[in-house]
């Protein structure tokens, strides 16, 4: 019988009657039908065939020239995040001029009341070797690896340390704000803000790259953590009813192109986060103070007897000095006139002298008698 070859198979520059020819020339010279394999036959259909090509109703110079195969289709990516991702809306951005991150969003809380703001609950989950003295604060630990730069960090806390490793925002406050967080209530935005699912420790200076940028505009340098990373902003997006842009949408189609089965993450509560918070420290008591036995008390030593003091020596009375024999007054001087004490050369008279009296100076200069 009659076969035809797939054009796919035909023989460039060969006409229909030279294929019979010699096909014809063959079956007289060897008496044998010729195999020839069929790409489009079923597997298990017979191996071999006679080959009879017919004649073509047209004739032309040339055969068609061989099709070149259709590459396959790969299979679409399917996972968790990329159906998420394309029940988002999409929406251009909002405004960010009257963005205020501590007015809108609020600062780190103590939501379960445990003593440890989120701040220290995050380093709590995502640190190893956490030592905190109070049970409250993180004072040490090792990010191992940060999530951003694959690198590990070892965090101590203090005013020139902590920065070094910052809790992010993956979906950055700034980009809920401009894409759906102004709708929010103020208390939706709190636990936005303080919300672990949106939370990672990471490495601070790739944090302050990344900044409020979307998606389309920063992935994080650790390429084996970028499909976790979009997965985690699509799961906060979805939760808090944010959009995304059109160009955010398709950055994170295209990373979730390599990530088949993506799951969609779903975060851990605060509540849980406390049961791995690290106990106090207690430290060692110190050892009781060794009693040492006291030393008797030395026997009381009698004192030595002292003699009694002299009496003192009374001193001898001293008789006292005979009173001077009082001088006799002098006789009153006075003058009746000052004829009378001219006369007896005591003119003139001074106030304060003997004989001076008032009525003998007349003009009360206090000199009497002087002229």
């Known amino acids: 019988m009659t076969l035809s070859l797939p054009s796919s198979r035909r023989a460039r520059g060969r006409t229909a009657a030279s294929w019979t020819s010699a096909a014809l020339a063959l079956a007289v010279?060897?008496?044998?039908?010729?195999?020839?394999?069929?790409?489009?036959?079923?597997?298990?259909?017979?191996?071999s065939a006679t080959a009879?090509?017919?004649?073509?109703?047209?004739?032309?110079?040339?055969?068609?020239?061989?099709?070149?195969?259709?590459?396959?289709?790969?299979?679409?990516?399917?996972?968790?995040?990329?159906?998420?991702?394309?029940?988002?809306?999409?929406?251009?951005?909002?405004?960010?001029?009257?963005?205020?991150?501590?007015?809108?969003?609020?600062?780190?809380?103590?939501?379960?009341?445990?003593?440890?703001?989120?701040r220290q609950e995050i380093l709590n989950r995502d640190l190893d070797d956490v030592v905190s003295a109070d049970?409250?604060?993180?004072d040490s630990g090792v990010l191992d690896p940060d999530p951003y730069t694959a690198t590990t960090i070892d965090f101590v806390r203090g005013p020139a340390t902590s920065s070094d490793v910052q809790i992010d925002h993956v979906v950055s406050l700034g980009n809920a704000w401009i894409t759906g967080a102004r709708n929010l209530t103020p208390d939706?935005?709190?636990?936005?803000?303080?919300?672990?699912?949106?939370?990672?420790?990471?490495?601070?200076p790739t944090n302050q790259a990344k900044s409020d940028k979307a998606a389309d505009a920063w992935l994080p340098p650790n390429v084996d953590f970028r499909c976790e990373f979009v997965a985690i902003q699509i799961?906060?997006?979805?939760?808090?009813?944010?959009?995304?842009?059109?160009?955010?949408?398709?950055?994170?189609?295209?990373?979730?192109?390599?990530?088949?089965?993506?799951?969609?993450?779903?975060?851990?509560?605060?509540?849980?986060?406390?049961?791995t918070a690290t106990e106090p420290v207690e430290?060692?008591?110190?050892?009781?103070?060794?009693?040492?036995?006291?030393?008797?008390?030395?026997?009381?030593?009698?004192?030595?007897?002292?003699?009694?003091?002299?009496?003192p020596v009374a001193p001898a009375p001293v008789a006292p000095a005979p009173e001077p024999e009082p001088v006799p007054a002098a006789p009153a001087v006075g003058f009746a006139n000052c004829t009378e004490a001219r006369a007896a050369g005591a003119a003139p008279l001074h106030a304060g002298s003997p004989g001076y009296a008032p009525k003998l100076d007349r003009d009360g200069d206090g000199v009497a008698c002087e002229s």
Request: hydrophobic share 40%; glycine share 8%.
């Open 188 to 204: 939706e935005r709190v636990e936005l803000a303080n919300d672990p699912l949106n939370l990672l420790a990471v490495d601070g």
């Open 52 to 118: 009879t090509p017919a004649p073509s109703s047209t004739p032309t110079g040339t055969a068609s020239a061989a099709a070149e195969p259709t590459p396959a289709t790969p299979a679409a990516v399917s996972s968790e995040a990329l159906t998420a991702l394309d029940e988002l809306k999409v929406a251009a951005r909002g405004t960010m001029s009257d963005y205020d991150r501590e007015g809108l969003f609020g600062g780190w809380i103590d939501a379960d009341g445990d003593c440890e703001d989120t």
């Open 135 to 138: 049970g409250c604060t993180v």
């Open 283 to 311: 430290e060692a008591p110190e050892p009781a103070p060794v009693q040492e036995t006291p030393e008797p008390e030395p026997a009381p030593v009698a004192p030595e007897p002292v003699a009694p003091e002299p009496a």
């Open 235 to 275: 799961a906060v997006k979805a939760k808090y009813d944010l959009w995304v842009t059109a160009p955010e949408k398709t950055a994170m189609t295209e990373v979730l192109a390599d990530c088949a089965g993506q799951e969609l993450p779903t975060g851990a509560v605060l509540a849980d986060i406390a049961a």
């Open 29 to 47: 010279l060897t008496g044998c039908s010729s195999s020839v394999a069929d790409p489009g036959a079923d597997s298990a259909a017979t191996g």
